[in-house]
C-alpha cells in the first residue's frame, strides 16, 4: 500500500518561469525608480520602454502560473502610482501621463496575448 501525501495549499510556482517573474519585476522597478532616466542620447525609447516593461511583468506572471486579472489590476494600478511618485517624489524625474497609457497599453497587449495563446506549464 504506497501513501501519497498531498497539500490544498497555494499553488507552486514553476522554478524558471518564476525566475523570469521576479527578474521582470526588478527590471521594471528599477527603470521606474532610478532617481534619473538613462539618458538615450535623444532616441524616443520612453514610450516603447514602459509597453514593454509592464507587458513582461504580466507575460511572465502568466508564464509563472499567476492568475492573469489580479496581474493586470496591480499593474494598471502602478501604471497610474509610478507616474505619481516619479513627478511629486522623486527628484529629478517627472510623471507623464502618455507614460501612463502606455504601460496600460503594454498590460492590454500582454492580457490579449495570454488570452489569445494560453500558456501551459510542463
Do not use: C
Request: charged share 10%.
Amino acid at each position: 500500500m504506497s501513501t501519497r501525501t498531498t497539500t490544498t495549499g497555494p499553488a507552486r510556482l514553476a522554478p524558471w518561469p518564476a525566475v523570469a517573474f521576479a527578474l521582470a519585476v526588478v527590471v521594471h522597478l528599477v527603470v521606474l525608480y532610478l532617481p534619473r532616466a538613462p539618458s538615450t542620447g535623444g532616441v524616443p525609447i520612453d514610450k516603447p520602454v514602459h509597453f514593454a516593461i509592464f507587458g513582461a511583468v504580466l507575460l511572465t506572471a502568466a508564464w509563472a502560473g499567476l492568475r492573469v486579472r489580479p496581474v493586470a489590476l496591480v499593474l494598471a494600478g502602478h501604471a497610474v502610482v509610478s507616474e505619481l511618485l516619479q513627478h511629486f517624489v522623486l527628484p529629478n524625474r517627472s510623471g507623464d501621463p502618455a507614460d501612463v497609457v502606455a504601460d496600460l497599453l503594454g498590460v492590454i497587449v500582454a492580457v490579449g496575448i495570454v488570452t489569445r495563446f494560453p500558456w501551459r506549464r510542463a
